[in-house]
T-cell receptor, first 113, second 114 residues
Framework: NAGVTQTPKFQVLKTGQSMTLQCAQD?????MSWYRQDPGMGLRLIHY???????DQGEVPNGYNVSRSTTEDFPLRLLSAAPSQTSVYFC????????????FGPGTRLLVL | AQSVTQLDSQVPVFEEAPVELRCNYS??????LFWYVQYPNQGLQLLLK??????LVKGINGFEAEFNKSQTSFHLRKPSVHISDTAEYFC????????????FGKGTTLSVSS
């Protein structure tokens, strides 16, 4: 099993550009989520999904869109990148939302100029 | 709203010394508590978790944590650390009753030197 994979590893964007961060898991997990990690802030939840076709907002959803058309994939879209979105983005998946172990991808480092 | 406070942002220790990383959460009837570790330039992985039952939880790499309901704490301990334990450690809480999943603390950087 590859676990949770994320692409790209690094990305540089200009303000106003859009892009999609890809996330895939091969563990047949129902629950998937996106976090951003900023220095001194820990991890903050952006969006999550409890199954294909079902998504909801987390703590910091503004400027991001998600969709979940399959169990395996959970892409995160930046609509119009801003310097405040410079961060490290982690995708995670688990069998359930509350008590199950979450498995994290290796992360995507994004720099918005 | 549920919250997690990690009381130390940085903890420097010498190799083979004991260490305690402190974590407090806001009170709730039913919570699940987790410690995750992040090695440099990697994603997070689970160290241990408390769901119910025994308040002393043992995890990987010799770490353990104790759930203290009266003090709303979940401190992480290791009796003797190694250089390879240098990493960032995150305490996290899920609250099924409140509908909040995995709220993270801000992290504690453990630096082990020889």
């Amino acid at each position: 099993n590859a676990g949770v994979t994320q692409t790209p590893k690094f990305q540089v964007l200009k303000t106003g550009q859009s892009m999609t961060l890809q996330c895939a898991q091969d563990m047949n997990h129902e629950y998937m989520s996106w976090y951003r990690q900023d220095p001194g802030m820990g991890l903050r939840l952006i969006h999550y999904s409890v199954g294909a076709g079902i998504t909801d907002q987390g703590e910091v959803p503004n400027g991001y869109n998600v969709s979940r058309s399959t169990t395996e994939d959970f892409p995160l879209r930046l609509l119009s990148a801003a310097p405040s979105q410079t961060s490290v983005y982690f995708c995670a998946s688990s069998r359930g939302r509350y008590q199950e172990t979450q498995y994290f991808g290796p992360g995507t480092r994004l720099l918005v100029l | 709203a549920q919250s997690v406070t990690q009381l130390d942002s940085q903890v420097p220790v010498f190799e083979e010394a004991p260490v305690e990383l402190r974590c407090n959460y806001s009170s709730s009837v039913s919570v699940y508590l987790f410690w995750y570790v992040q090695y440099p330039n990697q994603g997070l992985q689970l160290l241990l978790k408390y769901l119910s039952g025994s308040t002393l939880v043992k995890g990987i790499n010799g770490f353990e944590a104790e759930f203290n309901k009266s003090q709303t704490s979940f401190h992480l301990r290791k009796p003797s650390v190694h250089i390879s334990d240098t990493a960032e450690y995150f305490c996290a809480v899920s609250d099924r009753q409140a509908g909040t999943a995995l709220i993270f603390g801000k992290g504690t950087t453990l630096s082990v030197s020889s």
